[in-house]
C-alpha cells in the first residue's frame, strides 16, 4: 500500500474537504480524490460519506483514523529525520570512477576532503564501466565523457588533453623526438581494436606503422608498456602520472570531457553537493591538465 493514500485519508477525515487536503498536501484534487478511491478499491469498503458538502468517515473509515493517524506522525518523523540527514555534512558518500583518476587523483583529493569533511567516509568504486545511477548504485560519478545522460545533472571539470609520453631509461637510450618526423626512428606503441579509430591512432597508422613495436586495446596497458621502455605512447594525461616523461609533440586527438555526475533527487542532499563542488575546484585547478 502506497502510505501517501493513508496520508490522503487522513487530510481528507481532518479537514473534510478533498480540496482543502489537497491543498495541505500540495496535491492535485484529483489526485487526492484517486488516492482516497486507491485506498477504498484496496481496502474494500467506503471510507467516507459526503454530507452537506462534507466529507464523514464512515464506520469504516473511523475505524482505520487512528492507525492512519499513527502511520502519518511516524511517516513525518521518519521524513524529518531524513531531511536532516540530507542536511548534515556527514554520512557515506559513493564516488564511482574510472582507474586512472582513481589510482592518480582521487587519494591526494580525498585526503584533502576528509581532513575538512571528517564526518563523511568515501566508498570509492573503481571503474571504466558506467555504474547505473538510478538504481543508486552510486551518488556521484566522475565520467570521461562528451554528452553526459540526459537523465543525470552536473557539470563539466575539466578538458584533459592526450600528449605523448616515454619513460626516463627510454629516452637516455633512444633520445627525445623533437617532432613528429623524428618519430621514424623511435619504437611505438600503437592502438588495437576499438581505440584504434581514434584521430592519434589513425595517423600513427598511416605515418608510422613500421616503427610500432607493439599495440594495446587498453590506455593503461599502453602507459604501462611505456614504463618498461618498450617506447613512446599516446595517451591522456590522466593515464600517464607517474614515471612517465612527457613530450613536446603535438597531437590531433581531441581532449577529453571530464564530468562530475549525480542524479537530481540527491540535488538537495548537502555531502553530495559538497563533495560535487570540491572534485570541481580540485580537477578545475588540476595543474596536469593546464597548458592545452
Known amino acids: 500500500m502506497d502510505w501517501n493514500y493513508l496520508r490522503t485519508f487522513h487530510a481528507v477525515a481532518e479537514t473534510s474537504s478533498l480540496g482543502k487536503a489537497a491543498e495541505k498536501l500540495a496535491i492535485s484534487h484529483a489526485t487526492a480524490f484517486r488516492h482516497i478511491r486507491s485506498l477504498e478499491e484496496q481496502l474494500g469498503s467506503r471510507l467516507f460519506e459526503k454530507v452537506k458538502g462534507r466529507y464523514r468517515p464512515t464506520e469504516a473509515g473511523a475505524e482505520i483514523l487512528d492507525l492512519a493517524q499513527s502511520v502519518v506522525v511516524a511517516m513525518e518523523d521518519i521524513d524529518r529525520r531524513i531531511s536532516g540527514a540530507d542536511l548534515a555534512l556527514k554520512g557515506r558518500i559513493r ?55 540526459e537523465h543525470l545533472i552536473g557539470r563539466k571539470v575539466a578538458d584533459i588533453p592526450w600528449a605523448y609520453f616515454a619513460s626516463q631509461t627510454y629516452l637516455e637510450r633512444k633520445g627525445a623526438p623533437s617532432n613528429s618526423t623524428d618519430l621514424t626512428t623511435h619504437d611505438l606503441i600503437g592502438a588495437s581494436g576499438l581505440l ?31 614504463r618498461k621502455g618498450l617506447g613512446i605512447c599516446l ?58
Open 196 to 226: 584504434s579509430q581514434r584521430p592519434g591512432f589513425q595517423q600513427m597508422d598511416r605515418t608510422h606503422r613500421d616503427r610500432i613495436a607493439v599495440r594495446s586495446d587498453d590506455l593503461m596497458t599502453m602507459a604501462a608498456l611505456a
Open 95 to 149: 564516488l564511482t570512477a574510472p582507474a586512472s583518476f582513481a589510482a592518480h587523483f582521487l587519494p591526494g583529493y580525498l585526503r584533502d576532503f576528509r581532513a575538512r569533511f571528517p564526518d563523511i567516509t568515501v566508498e570509492l568504486l573503481t571503474s571504466n564501466e558506467e555504474i547505473n545511477m538510478s538504481s543508486r548504485a552510486a551518488e556521484i560519478a566522475l565520467r570521461v565523457t562528451s554528452s553526459p545522460p
Open 235 to 292: 595517451v591522456p594525461v590522466d593515464v600517464a602520472q607517474g614515471c612517465l616523461q612527457k613530450l613536446a609533440l603535438t597531437n590531433d586527438v581531441p581532449a577529453n570531457e571530464l564530468w562530475v555526475l549525480t542524479h537530481p533527487d540527491l540535488r538537495s542532499v548537502e555531502r553530495v553537493a559538497c563533495m560535487t563542488r570540491f572534485l570541481a575546484t580540485a580537477f578545475g585547478a588540476e595543474a596536469a591538465f593546464s597548458g592545452t
